[in-house]
């Protein structure tokens, strides 16, 4: 009898060590704080839309990757919710359908990878609304900025005998390089604004 009850005394005891390890902060970031359990999540969500090459990725540069995608989003919603952004649900929906297309995944390979893994299942939809708040948010701020020379582009339009229904998509893309430039540059000066701590 006491030996079944040591034995399940471990197995309690191994349970709540694993707890308190999986939960434990990991990074400080202003008040916000990501645990243990945060980057694991992260780290195997970004082994699985890498499935394919994960055998040549190393487990230093994808911890490291996964803590610095963290960071980002935590920056990211402290400044949003800040300022109060929204995204438009249709928009979120169309990001998410181009991701899934764009990684050949189907909305069910992702759910089983949340109940896999017993993470909310909103887990990516979660990420791409913040990725759009986020765009929102530097689109207000430099709406004045993202501008392209438009004649520079019919030039080269001309030049390359390109077609002129590509046109509002070679704009389009070039307004995007900048946004892009803007969304990273933005993300570093945000970093500044914040204390974080690698504990």
């Not at 990211?76 to 649900?89: G, I, P, Q, R």
Request: charged share 30%; net charge positive.
């Amino acid at each position: 009898m006491k030996k079944i009850f040591l034995f399940f005394f471990l197995i309690l005891s191994a349970e709540t060590l694993s707890k308190e390890i999986t939960n434990k902060t990991k990074i400080q970031v202003g008040n916000e704080i990501i645990t243990e359990h945060d980057i694991l999540i992260e780290k195997n969500w970004l082994f699985f839309i890498n499935s394919e090459n994960k055998n040549n990725i190393s487990a230093n540069i994808i911890e490291e990757i996964a803590q610095n995608n963290l960071i980002a989003r935590k920056i990211k919603k402290l400044e949003t919710d800040n300022f109060k952004v929204n995204a438009d649900k249709s928009e979120v929906d169309n990001e998410l359908f181009n991701f899934l297309k764009t990684q050949n995944l189907s909305e069910d390979k992702v759910y089983n990878f949340t109940k896999n893994f017993k993470i909310n299942e909103n887990y990516l939809r979660e990420t791409v609304e913040l990725e759009i708040k986020w765009k929102n948010l530097i689109r207000g701020i430099y709406s004045g900025r993202i501008n392209v020379n438009v004649t520079e582009i019919d030039q080269q339009i001309q030049k390359n005998n390109i077609p002129l229904k590509e046109r509002e998509n070679i704009i389009a893309a070039e307004k995007n390089k900048i946004l892009n430039s803007f969304l990273s540059n933005h993300l570093e000066i945000s970093k500044k604004k914040y204390l974080i701590k690698v504990l």
